[in-house]
């Protein structure tokens, strides 16, 4: 009796979905803190970079679409310099917040730049005292001017304090205030609200056990309510956005629920919680959530950290769905052997998700800025199948060499059709 035996279907049906992953930088430590999506559908990123004298310098890296890198700028002096938030402007140039021990009046400065849409420098600014000052979060206003958010060692009533400084465009100062008490107290991430004010959130330890603090400000920066939020043991937020009806979404860590895990908090318009959410593993190790965002279909997407998911010790990128109640729809995580963490995420115009942070599992380099794209589902890439036409024709047969022959039992064979679709048979006998 002939059978016929199918070994092997070549179809034209794998498809690469819209993710890949790519680092930038050199021998020495790279990380990336923050990216957005630009116009021109590709990405900018801030951070830093180590250049050869041993000294960080603000790092921003602007690529196309694929993440292939178009230009890169440096900007610092002689000692330590730090990118830690970027956004495109209006006039599709670039905003940058972080920190200077190159230029101000003290031992670390708020520094502010503005490039020009090639990243050349138009001007910078440095905001602070004596002390230990640094700028976390920045964002265009709606008069054109910038909102900064970070702490200050310099001014306020305690060890740290949260910093709130407001610039006009040309990044002179307006106004600037501090908020906290006593004990150490920082922000970490400030967005404007609909009603033209502030939302901060940060930690405190002046008030609580150091906890998540959400601050919200009216548009002078004079304070309207404060919340915290946690348990007995350490938590913080790091960072805020306004959702959709018109309360908060915050994401942080929560070492007073769980193992030490991401905590992800929803409230009202008057930061009363609503619910809140922690995600992580069970094994040793903890989990930290450093950005969230709103997407498109009501829900929220988390990068960060994790151990207790890996099992190895070290970091990996910690990438999280979840749908408008906070449970979870999926998780990713992204790295190697080494510490790999994602500082920031966003959601793309394709409806996939942007990343970076950093990776140490190159082998290379001490840390790399780590820049990943996802599609939809966190995949990296993507399969999908195209149907096979009914009406496809054989158009020759040939053997495993390429040459057209006719099928011959015990022997493999290929049928090729004219839709491109191949088939390897072969006849048993």
């Not at 890949?20 to 990123?45: A, H, K, L, R």
């Not at 330890?205 to 601050?215: C, P, R």
């Not at 999280?320 to 994602?342: A, P």
Request: glycine fraction near 18%.
């Amino acid at each position: 009796m002939k059978k016929l035996l199918l070994i092997l279907l070549c179809f034209p049906f794998i498809g690469f979905g819209q993710g890949w992953e790519t680092t930038f930088g050199g021998t020495n430590f790279d990380i990336g803190f923050s990216v957005q999506q630009t116009n021109d559908g590709g990405y900018i990123i801030t951070g830093f970079t180590t250049p050869g004298n041993g000294k960080d310098d603000v790092y921003l890296i602007k690529t196309d679409g694929s993440g292939n890198e178009l230009w890169s700028k440096t900007f610092g002096g002689t000692n330590f310099d730090e990118g830690r938030s970027v956004q495109q402007t209006t006039d599709g140039g670039y905003i940058i917040t972080g920190e200077t021990n190159s230029f101000g009046n003290g031992n670390y400065d708020v520094y502010l730049i503005k490039t020009d849409g090639s990243g050349n420098e138009l001007w910078s600014k440095t905001f602070g005292g004596l002390e230990y000052d640094e700028g976390c979060s920045v964002q265009q206003t709606t008069d054109g001017g910038y909102i900064i958010t970070g702490q200050t060692s310099s001014f306020g009533n305690g060890l740290r304090d949260v910093y709130l400084i407001k610039t006009d465009g040309s990044g002179n100062e307006l106004w600037s205030k501090t908020f906290g008490g006593l004990e150490d107290d920082e922000s970490r991430s400030v967005q404007q609200t609909t009603d033209g004010g502030y939302i901060i959130t940060g930690k405190t330890g002046s008030f609580g056990n150091a906890d998540v603090w959400l601050i919200k400000t009216d548009g002078s920066g004079n304070e309207i309510w404060s919340k915290t939020f946690g348990g007995n043991s350490y938590d913080g937020g790091n960072s805020v956005q306004q959702t959709f009806d018109g309360g908060y979404v915050i994401i942080g860590y929560g070492d007073s629920f769980g193992n030490g895990d991401t905590y992800l908090i929803k409230t009202d318009s008057n930061g009363n919680e609503l619910w809140s959410k922690t995600f992580g593993g069970t094994g040793a190790g903890t989990d930290n959530g450093h950005s969230v965002q709103q997407t498109s279909d009501g829900g929220y997407i988390i990068t960060g950290s994790t151990t207790s998911l890996v099992g190895d010790g070290y970091d990996d990128v910690y990438f999280i769905k979840t749908d408008g109640s906070g449970n979870e729809l999926w998780s990713k995580t992204f790295g190697g052997s080494e510490i790999d963490v994602g500082y920031c995420v966003q959601q793309t115009s394709d409806g996939g998700y942007i990343i970076t942070g950093e990776k140490r599992s190159l082998g290379n380099s001490e840390a790399d800025v780590y820049l990943i794209k996802t599609n939809g589902s966190g995949n990296v890439t993507s399969t999908f199948k195209i149907p096979i036409n009914p009406n496809r024709k054989l158009e020759k047969t040939v053997d495993l060499l390429g040459k057209e022959s006719k099928p011959q039992k015990n022997i493999p064979f290929i049928e090729i059709y004219d839709d491109g679709t191949v088939e390897k048979k072969i006849t048993i006998d």
